[in-house]
């Protein structure tokens, strides 16, 4: 099936450890997207990358890292310079050559940092 | 980025119609319309999306006003497996924006049996 796979379910770390976060997808989408949400808030967008070797910052990036060296794979890296890492981290993926450019998710990762 | 205002919770009966309201005073006319909603620990999941003329899929229906400056995702019968939380987002268009999605917190439909 085609999808969007997020590694691992649940993560922890502890205090002053990067921690990198896997995010691949087999839809042939060409943007990428990193969110995190925190308890009973909406998601915010932390990098986003909309074709192979290149991204952007979104609203939210300090402490964090991404790379895109292939289409289907952007791994984001939670740094010690992030200030509260514990939260949830989805990943999500678009065909930007649709009209509709929906956004597909997956699972999620719920990081925790001790 | 222009934002969307949602009521924070509602509540329907199983088998009833919902209507969800968002209001978007300040959307350009390049935005459209996005709707998605999130399970308790899940990924959102994409529901529907417009521009200016009413739409439905097997989901849901979107109404959008005239003015475009609000619009009301309708569930025609809701079911236990509605209850979630529905964000209303508007997705801009053009230039650095383009294909990015500005999330609110949402409405939490509950849905009793």
């Known amino acids: 099936d085609g999808g969007i796979t997020q590694s691992p379910k649940y993560l922890f770390r502890k205090e002053g450890q990067n921690v990198t976060l896997s995010c691949e997808q087999n839809?042939?989408?060409?943007?990428m997207y990193w969110y995190r949400q925190d308890p009973g808030q909406g998601l915010r967008l932390i990098y986003y990358s909309q074709i192979v070797n290149d991204f952007q910052k979104g609203d939210i990036a300090e402490g964090y890292s991404v790379s895109r060296e292939k289409k289907e794979s952007f791994p984001l890296t939670v740094t010690s310079a992030q200030k509260n890492p514990t939260a949830f981290y989805l990943c999500?993926?678009?065909?930007?050559?649709?009209?509709?450019?929906?956004?597909?998710f997956g699972p999620g990762t719920r990081l925790t940092v001790l | 980025d222009a934002k969307t205002t949602q009521p924070n919770s509602m509540e329907s009966n199983e088998e009833e119609p919902v209507h969800l309201p968002c209001n978007h005073s300040t959307i350009s006319g390049t935005d459209y319309i996005h709707w998605y909603r999130q399970l308790p620990s899940q990924g959102p999941e994409y529901v529907i999306h417009?521009?200016?003329s009413n739409v439905n899929n097997r989901m849901a229906s979107l109404a959008i006003a005239e003015d475009r400056k609000s619009s009301t995702l309708i569930l025609h019968r809701a079911t236990l497996r509605d209850a979630a939380v529905y964000y209303c987002i508007l997705r801009g268009a053009g230039g650095t924006s383009y294909g990015k999605l500005t999330f609110g917190q949402g409405t939490i439909l509950t849905v009793h049996p």
């Open positions: 417009g521009l200016t």
């Open positions: 839809l042939n989408h060409d943007a």
């Open positions: 999500a993926s678009s065909n930007r050559q649709a009209s509709t450019d929906t956004q597909y």
